[in-house]
């Protein structure tokens, strides 16, 4: 909710990639996700990794998740996979099933078409914030960065990117940047972004630009 409130003050669309075992246990987070304006993408059912999985067992969690997506109201276009991985069949699947583009790779800095029609809307780890802020009690060897050392990053990152005329792709997780500061930085990225006059959007808009 704090995370919803804050993209609505800025007017801002966001997109929010959903596993449908999430969907399927919280659908009214969904549809106050959708009644806020923004789009709803697919991230899997049980958020297990394409890689890990058979043909069978991908499309069947690929289905599965669209079923309960589509049931809670949401027009689902895109797809971000578990971890960003891909499998041998995970485009073909894709394509299969209409989706209309993937935010998984990380090869390019504007998106781009795959051969078969997908696009690509490229994404990077410099811009997600699991990385950064990640904590997890079975290893104690990740350490919890500063929200000045990741806002430098970010801001840089930002600039880099705007010299270039090309996308940025910020990736964050609920559990991560909801957290009272690290709001407020992304509080500050949006007010950076919307200075220089950058255009942000849900994905599938984005994707639909591409010839």
């Known amino acids: ?3 919803l409130d804050l993209l609505d003050r800025h007017g801002v669309p966001a997109t929010f990639y959903v596993p449908g075992g999430d969907a399927e246990r919280h659908g009214d987070r969904v549809r106050e996700i959708l009644a806020a304006g923004h789009e709803v993408g697919h991230h899997g059912y049980t958020h297990r990794s394409p890689t890990t999985l058979t043909r069978a067992e991908e499309e069947s969690e690929l289905t599965r998740g669209l ?8 027009d689902v276009v895109g797809y ?3 971890s960003w991985d891909f499998s041998p069949h995970t485009l073909e699947l894709l394509g299969a099933h209409g989706f209309e583009y993937s935010s998984n ?3 390019d800095i504007r998106p781009y078409r795959h051969p078969g029609g ?10 997600d914030d699991a990385p950064h802020f990640w904590f997890a009690s079975d290893t104690w060897n ?10 430098a990053l970010w801001k840089d990152e930002l600039d880099g990117i705007a010299t270039l005329g090309a996308h940025y792709m910020l990736t964050m997780h609920p559990q991560f940047i909801g957290r009272p500061s690290r709001l407020a930085l ?5 007010s950076d ?9 849900p994905t599938r808009d984005v994707a639909r630009l591409v010839p």
């Not at 990740?142 to 806002?151: F, H, P, S």
């Open 1 to 3: 909710p704090l995370l």
């Open 67 to 74: 079923e309960i997506l589509r049931g809670l109201g949401a």
């Open 80 to 82: 971000r996979s578990p």
């Open 105 to 107: 790779l990380m090869d």
């Open 118 to 127: 997908v696009v690509e809307v490229p994404v990077s780890w410099l811009l």
């Open 142 to 151: 990740k350490t919890i960065r500063t929200v000045g050392e990741v806002y």
């Open 186 to 190: 992304l509080d500050r990225v949006l």
């Open 193 to 201: 972004i919307t200075a220089m006059g950058g255009w942000i959007a």
